[in-house]
Structure formats: C-alpha cells, structure tokens
C-alpha cells in the first residue's frame, strides 16, 4: 500500500482505531501518522468505550466485527452516549444492513474492507473537514417552533430537546440555511458529506428518515421536512 500520493494533510488530529486485527491495526497506523495524527489503538469494544471516554478523540475508526461481548454496533450506541465524536465504520462487506444499522446507532460514514490507503484518507480527511468547519457560526436560527443554536448545537422543537448525531445536525442545519427553498439531492449531499458523495442519494434517504422521526410530530406526514419528489428537499415552518 502506498501512502505517498496523499497530498493533503489534515490538522493534526487524535484517531481512536478500534480494530482486532494486527496487520489492520499497524497498516492503519502507519497511515494516519504519516498524515501527523496521533492514533490511539483499542482491541476490543469494552477497551474500545474506556478509551473513548479517556482521550476524547476528534474522529473514532471503529471495526464493527470484534471479539468479546461488545462488538462494533454497540461501541457506537454506547459512545453515542457521551460523545459526538465522528466514527467511521469498517464493515467486512458492503452490507446494506449492517451500514444502515450503523447510521441508526450514530455512526457517520462507513468504508468496505478490503480498502485503499487513499480512501481511507479521503473518508478520514473529508469528517475531520465537516466536523471543523461546523464550529464558525453562533446564534439562533428558528424556523416556526424549530430552533437551532448554532452555538451550542442545541435542537429543539417547542419544549423539547432533540438528541442529533453530527450528521443529522448538519443535515438539519444545511436544509435550515435555506429554508422554504428547495435544496437538491447533490446538493445537499455534496454539503454534509463533501463533493465525493453526491451520489450517494441512500445516504440522504436515511438521514432524511432519521431526521423526521426525530422532530416531526408524526413522521409519517411531515410538516417540517418536505420532499419535492426527483428534485430535493426543504425546510418549512411547519405552518
Ligand atoms: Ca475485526
């Protein structure tokens, strides 16, 4: 595997890798310091939780398959306890269903072993982008009784506080910062994820869902997320 052809180097960043595999671990290792960050290694998921907690890493690779009572899926719903870290799942294959049970527990992207140093990098280096670039803006935007504060991260609709993943926040946020137009499929998936994924119109199909079922009354008849059929979706006040 090559690692001489990644031009860009992120900030340097703390990586929690969550993998019980040797050669995996050392391969991944290698590459992430060869970008200047500082990987912290955990070999089974209870470990996996402790050192999540301990060294509040900026990003958490964590390998679904693992040995012991905890495996992949459950590291992500227990960090998502405490943490919004961003965590990129391994999977063994492209399984639809191991993917989406993922997203559902709070994971952020995924990549298919077996992989390439290079995309491993991109993946790593297109979350650490969103997850800086979401600290700029400060105050309130409110949309009928849907506020976000941009400062705390905070969601709520009326007395209610909403839980939301990284992603959901940045999906709820983009379709927010345009709200009552309609935002394009591409579009939206080139701004929450980056440019490399506007294709990928599943990924938003699940956010979309995740979203509804978070802040709409009845997610089954959507007041606040609409849906222009082939074109995108919009944000409206719920009116
Ligand atoms: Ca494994």
Wanted: aromatic share 6%; glycine share 6%.
């Amino acid at each position: 595997m090559k690692t001489d052809d990644t031009s860009t180097r992120d900030e340097p960043a703390t990586v929690l890798v969550v993998e019980d595999e040797p050669r995996l671990v050392r391969l991944i290792e290698t590459l992430l310091a060869s970008t200047g960050h500082h990987v912290v290694v955990a070999r089974d998921g209870q470990t996996a939780v402790e050192q999540a907690a301990l060294e509040q890493p900026d990003l958490i690779i964590l390998d679904l398959l693992l040995p012991g009572a905890i495996d992949g899926f459950e590291v992500c719903r227990r960090v998502r306890e405490f943490s919004t870290v961003p965590i990129i799942m391994l999977t063994a294959r492209a399984q639809e269903q191991d993917k989406l049970r993922g997203f559902s527990l709070g994971a952020d992207d995924y990549v298919t072993k077996p992989f390439s140093a290079r995309e491993l990098l991109a993946r790593v280096s297109a979350i650490l982008r969103r997850s800086r670039g979401a600290d700029e803006s400060t105050g309130l935007i409110e949309i009928g009784d849907l506020i976000i504060n941009q400062a705390t991260y905070r969601v709520t609709v009326g007395d209610s506080e909403i839980n939301l993943t990284p992603t959901e926040y940045r999906l709820l946020f983009t379709l927010a910062q345009h709200a009552g137009q309609v935002v394009p499929h591409r579009s939206l998936l080139s701004q929450v994820w980056g440019p490399e994924y506007s294709d990928e119109i599943e990924y938003l199909r699940t956010y979309i869902r995740y979203l509804r079922r978070k802040i709409e009354p009845d997610p089954e008849r959507p007041r606040f997320i609409l849906n222009r059929a082939g074109i995108g979706y919009f944000l409206s006040d719920g009116s």
